[in-house]
């Protein structure tokens, strides 16, 4: 089943949480791509010059992880909940793509896994800002 079944399916509910489900998949799209870079480019690397990098993208691996199965069951869910979950998200995207950008010029990894956060972190904040303006 591929993310657009599943938020489609999760249109239908009533008791569905106000949000633009497009965005929602895009997102939810975003946060998968993340979570693989980042996976991958923990995976890669090597060398105590490294371990920050590596730590900092299981690290976001595991956000993103977590970050899309919350976004599988937003029913019944607290909004301001939600909303800090998708700015620490956010954050932790940042803070990878950061430490990555770092790494960009000596390893294609770290490059793709920088875009890959930058990504997730741009999803989120479309997140955020679709919840806001559905709940108003």
């Not at 895009?26 to 946060?31: Q, V």
């Amino acid at each position: 089943m591929d993310m657009k079944t599943m938020t489609d399916m999760m249109a239908d509910s009533d008791t569905m949480m106000p949000m633009d489900h497009d965005v929602m998949q895009a997102c939810m799209e975003a946060c998968m791509a993340c979570e693989q870079a980042c996976t991958m480019a923990a995976d890669m690397e090597s060398g105590a010059e490294m371990s920050m990098c590596r730590s900092m993208c299981m690290s976001c691996a595991d956000m993103c992880h977590t970050m899309m199965r919350m976004m599988l069951r937003p029913m019944g869910m607290d909004m301001g909940a939600m909303m800090a979950m998708h700015e620490a998200m956010k954050t932790m995207a940042m803070a990878c793509y950061d430490e990555c950008m770092k790494h960009a010029e000596t390893s294609e990894a770290m490059r793709m896994c920088a875009q890959a956060c930058m990504d997730c972190a741009n999803a989120c904040d479309a997140m955020m800002k679709s919840m806001s303006s559905a709940s108003m």
